[in-house]
């Protein structure tokens, strides 16, 4: 991405992140609530990702799962997953767990659209040139977050969910990604927000 891009790219996400923020606060409050009211344990979840320039950096969600979850089980989510608490269904249903990553995106962590932050575990098992992905900024959603939309059951299909993630799913993710750097321009970041938001309704 050259630098006039890479500005522009800055302006859009710094001022869709704080609009965003602003006008999506009564819904913020009312999740916060209904987590804390339908579950004991904090209303963020926090997870080490792996961002630009392979620096780790700590993206926030909204708490979908019982308190401790990664050490209960795996670091994915396999379809109806006993963790999830019943309003986490709910939030992950139309991907309202992601908005607090508006506040990764205003601090600059995150863009609105680019590669999904992996842990560091799977970032681990990336190629040479997968790793080209780390080049730019991970993003809140990617084309693969549109084809992937029903990720979690797909998993719980999966004879084993793990080895069928790392052997099929993330190469695939990582070469949508991969084509997405090679395209990268406001007006694919503009088309790829509208069909996150469409595919959510």
Not at 48 to 62: A, C, N, P, W, Y
Not at 72 to 97: C, E, H, M
Not at 149 to 173: Q, S, V, W
């Amino acid at each position: 991405m050259n630098k006039f891009n890479k500005v522009v790219k800055r302006i859009f996400d710094l001022v869709c992140s704080t609009l965003g923020l602003i006008v999506l606060s009564p819904v913020f409050i009312f999740i916060s609530i209904r987590i804390k009211s339908g579950s004991d344990g904090p209303i963020f979840f926090k997870q080490i990702r792996v961002g630009e320039k392979s620096k780790e950096f700590e993206i926030l969600k909204f708490r979908t799962m019982v308190v401790d979850a990664e050490k209960l089980g795996r670091q994915i989510t396999v379809g109806n997953d006993s963790r999830i608490t019943k309003i986490g269904a709910f939030l992950r249903k139309y991907k309202l767990d992601e908005l607090p990553q508006l506040i990764n995106v205003f601090k600059g962590d995150m863009s609105l659209v680019g590669p999904r932050p992996e842990v560091p575990r799977y970032v681990k098992l990336y190629d040479e040139k997968q790793r080209k992905v780390l080049e730019v900024k991970p993003g809140i959603t990617d084309l693969a977050s549109i084809r992937y939309r029903d990720e979690n059951e797909l998993l719980g299909e999966a004879e084993n969910p793990d080895e069928f993630y790392i052997n099929t799913i993330m190469p695939d993710k990582l070469a949508l990604n991969l084509e997405y750097i090679s395209r990268n321009n406001i007006f694919l970041d503009i088309y790829i927000i509208l069909q996150t938001i469409i595919k959510c309704l």
